[in-house]
């Protein structure tokens, strides 16, 4: 099969197209001929040598794809050969197939092509868990959203919209703005022109948002604290302009904060596959009636992975970013 490997540590030109084995299947795994994969930042951050793949996770890039099941492997039960699907993988998405496990697929959404099914899983199992498990989104609550145009970003407001909550979110550039707000952003706020705290405080009458979705970090950690409410919580998934902050820790005290944070892909099958059960049961029914639908900026062929990494780092996409294969 085709797959895209890493020659070596580096920038999108890196990225080759190369003749690869097709995966062996293991117990409870289903072999998937991949239609389209979504590209994502910790794809970028693996090819740069800094966010190597989990013990056991194939070395080839893509933590998400649709397709449909080719093969199904001993012991796989809920599946079936023909059946369309999109799943979430720990590595091997670059490819004309991959090995899933029975468990991280889902059964693709009504009306939805395979290149919107493929954008579906790593940014709708990251918002899930972190929103809403650890972070406790409830109906009626506020949430802030950093990076509202990106892939995590598009997909978190139109979750938390859906489910009942007011939502603001931070971009960068002007031409997002409408975009957010169609998707159910009440504020959207400009990060370039105007302090997020200041806007946050102003449309909730100085009280602040119950819940902070970043993937920033650096200086932004001091900033979130100032923007919770009483007994808000700041979720953490990633760290782009860095890990190491210091702050005074009375003021979380002080309004009996809550910070967490995760990461998904070295989490075990078990726990991918509760995640998955989740999604079908509260946010699938959602997606099969219109109400919400990943936002695709630009698809690509797999051989053109470097120019989508290239897109990906510029930052100037709104939505999701996929790869087709032919």
Known sequence: MKAIEISHPGGPEVLVVKERSVPKLKDGEVLIKVKAAGVNRPDCAQRQG???PPPGAPDILGLEVAGEI???GPGVTHWQKGEPVCALVSGGGYAEYVAAPEGQCLPIPYDLDFEHAAALPETFFTVWTNVFESGRLQKGESILV???SGGIGTTAIQMAHVLGSRVFTTVGKKEAVAACKDLGAERVILYKDEDFVAAVKEVTGNVGVDVIL?????????RNIEALAPMGRLVQIAT????NVSFDLRKMMAK???LTGSTLRARSVAEKTRIAQE???H???HLNKGRMKPVIYKTFALEQAREAHELMESSAHTGKIVLTVR
């Open 50 to 52: 800094t966010y190597p």
């Open 70 to 72: 080719v093969e199904v």
């Open 146 to 148: 950093h990076g509202g």
């Open 214 to 222: 970043d993937m920033v970090g650096g200086d932004y950690f001091g």
């Open 240 to 243: 782009i302009q860095g890990a």
């Open 256 to 258: 009996r904060l809550t």
């Open 279 to 281: 999604l079908h049961k």
């Open 283 to 285: 946010i699938w029914p």
